[in-house]
């Protein structure tokens, strides 16, 4: 669930100037609520429901350098009427940078930590590649990559194991320009849960 989510195709966003995209996002990830994990915690007298879905909403910026094809990107997230925070960087080279008849692909690396819970430490770290084709005002693209991800306990008194896991994680999304100073992307990532986001965008 805190795992990088690019929204984003695979072309640079930079040209001969830098670019940028700053904006809104929300992502809703899917939550199975008869796990066996999460019977066991609303079990537990005074804990809340757990609910269907986990909404984080987030604010997205993306930089696009001059010259070489690569951008840099920084999300920050909360998830409402909790204290669970997290904030992510990624790097995106475009490998190929695409053209009128030739698709975009993009190699791209991202870092997620959370924060907010004292008792626990949770990072992530990923490694996509990943396709876009333009046609006019729309922009779908598609990857998969892998996620590593990194538990470790904070307090004593929890009696925790460390955890760290990898999981393979594909997604799909299209980048829809309607003004040139403004975008709407949508992305679907597909793992164990999946997760679904959308963002609106000032691109300058």
Known sequence: AISYVPLAPAEPLGGVLPHFDLGVEVTS??????ASYWKQISSVPGNTAVPSDLV????????????????LGIVYATIPNTNVKYT??????AILKGGVAMPAIAVRGAYTQLSGVQELDITTKSLD?????????????????????????????????????????????????????????????????NSYSARLNIHF
């Open 88 to 93: 992510g960087y990624e790097i995106k080279w």
């Open 29 to 34: 990830t899917s939550i199975d609520k008869n």
């Open 129 to 193: 590649l990943s396709i876009s084709k333009g046609f006019a005002i729309i922009t779908p693209y598609a990857g998969y990559g892998m996620v590593q991800i990194d538990s470790k306990e904070k307090s004593p008194l929890l009696n925790l194991k460390d955890e760290s896991l990898t999981e393979g994680k594909g997604f799909i999304g299209a980048k829809l320009t309607f003004f040139p100073f403004m975008n709407l992307v949508a992305e679907a990532d597909f793992a164990k849960v």
């Open 56 to 71: 984080m909403p987030k604010v997205h910026l993306q930089v696009g350098l001059p010259v070489i094809p690569i951008d």
